[in-house]
């Protein structure tokens, strides 16, 4: 298991921080501050010079709003790259799948992760499994992400709230050690 704080120049991870997840046929999400939290994040990260690397959707999807040539695909200006960021582009909802992330990550001498970002029972979720699978030591910063509400398998409705707390319930601490923004904001104070 990780230790309860990431070291300082771990890699931010921002995952699919693009306008479409602004589209209201997402439906009620939980989290409305993630964004003011990530943003704050960002700062801390950029004014200490650690990496800051996003995950951008590419949906091949025709009808998508994460469709390269919509709106929707561009990133959201809490979270838009700043010059010399990389950006990795992605099609599936796990950002080491089709990817070159974790090949990067390891040229890079990066081991540990710290995740932000959307939709925290799919692309988060995917991608934080898949780094505590392949060794990475994981922090999952649970007020930077959000969920929706979603109809469970029985089709009862479920909250985001609920959704966004199982998630984190199935990654931690198997896979990551979640954690709030406040406690990164004291890594290296």
């Given at each position: ?32 501050l ?106 999952l ?31 931690d ?17």
């Amino acid at each position: 298991m990780a230790s309860l704080l990431p070291p300082a120049g771990a890699v931010l991870l921002l995952v699919d921080l693009q306008k479409a997840i602004d589209h209201p046929s997402w439906g009620k999400r939980n989290n409305p501050l993630a964004e003011t939290q990530i943003a704050r994040l960002l700062a801390h990260w950029r004014s200490n010079g650690w990496p800051v690397w996003h995950i951008r959707h590419d949906s091949t999807e025709p009808g998508s709003h994460y469709r390269p040539g919509q709106a929707g695909h561009d990133f959201k200006s809490e979270a838009a790259p700043a010059a010399g960021e990389p950006v990795i582009p992605k099609q599936t909802n796990n950002a080491f799948i089709g990817t070159n992330l974790e090949g990067r990550l390891r040229v890079q001498g990066h081991d540990t992760l710290v995740v932000v970002g959307v939709i925290t029972n799919n692309s988060v979720e995917a991608t934080v499994r898949m780094a505590g699978n392949l060794g990475f030591a994981t922090f999952l910063a649970a007020d930077c992400c959000f969920t929706f509400d979603r109809k469970d398998w029985n089709g009862n409705l479920r909250s985001a709230e609920d959704v966004h707390a199982m998630s984190l319930a199935n990654l931690d601490p198997e896979y990551c050690t979640v954690i709030t923004a406040e406690a990164l904001l004291d890594v290296d104070k």
